[in-house]
T-cell receptor
Framework: DGGITQSPKYLFRKEGQNVTLSCEQNLNHDAMYWYRQDPGQGLRLIYYSQIVNDFQKGDIAEGYSVSREKKESFPLTVTSAQKNPTAFYLC???????????FGQGTRLTVV | QKEVEQNSGPLSVPEGAIASLNCTYSDRVSQSFFWYRQYSGKSPELIMSIYSNGDKEDGRFTAQLNKASQYVSLLIRDSQPSDSATYLCAVNDYMEYGNKLVFGAGTILRVKS
């Protein structure tokens, strides 16, 4: 089945630690996105990528980094510079000539 | 910064009633509009998309778009307890490097049996 897979589902980070969230899709979509959701709030865009080896900052990119070495993969690293990383992280993709976004199941990150 | 506004709710309706969810957006050039349903702790699920003025129906769901008023709504007929969720309105924003979705904060819907 085609879809978007995020892992892990739950992740715990210690203060000062970098962690990487995985996002893989087999939908052959060109565009991929990372959103952050805090309780009671909508989705805020962190980074997005339209093609391999290219990505752009979204509205809240500070403290995050990404790479797009393969079309299928768009990992997000939450660095120690992100002071309030506890949130629900969602990866999405959109196909060529489409505007409909499909989401992975999300990763819930907690700082311990 | 393009904005999408929704009433956070909660909107409470009895089972079998019509639930009406509303959304306004700031960018007049937006062309694509979406409604996502999100259950607690889960990822958003696309339930409706609409691109032109008027109504679009899919089963118990009807999306309504009025571009002149910059307003999009979602009607849920014969509401069921399983419809209880957060409904996110999203608007497409075309940018130099492609497009992205701008989301509202969502409206919590509670259907009481």
């Amino acid at each position: 089945d085609g879809g978007i897979t995020q892992s892990p589902k739950y992740l715990f980070r210690k203060e000062g630690q970098n962690v990487t969230l995985s996002c893989e899709q087999n939908l052959n979509h060109d565009a991929m996105y990372w959103y952050r959701q805090d309780p009671g709030q909508g989705l805020r865009l962190i980074y997005y990528s339209q093609i391999v080896n290219d990505f752009q900052k979204g509205d809240i990119a500070e403290g995050y980094s990404v790479s797009r070495e393969k079309k299928e993969s768009f990992p997000l690293t939450v660095t120690s510079a992100q002071k309030n990383p506890t949130a629900f992280y969602l990866c999405a993709s959109i196909g060529t000539a489409s505007t409909k976004a499909f989401f992975g199941q999300g990763t819930r990150l907690t700082v311990v | 910064q393009k904005e999408v506004e929704q009433n956070s709710g909660p909107l409470s309706v009895p089972e079998g009633a019509i639930a009406s969810l509303n959304c306004t957006y700031s960018d007049r050039v937006s062309q694509s509009f979406f409604w996502y349903r999100q259950y607690s702790g889960k990822s958003p699920e696309l339930i409706m998309s609409i691109y032109s003025n008027g109504d679009k129906e899919d089963g118990r769901f009807t999306a309504q778009l009025n571009k002149a008023s910059q307003y999009v709504s979602l009607l849920i007929r014969d509401s069921q307890p399983s419809d209880s969720a957060t409904y996110l309105c999203a608007v497409n924003d075309y940018m130099e490097y492609g497009n992205k979705l701008v989301f509202g904060a969502g409206t919590i819907l509670r259907v009481k049996s």
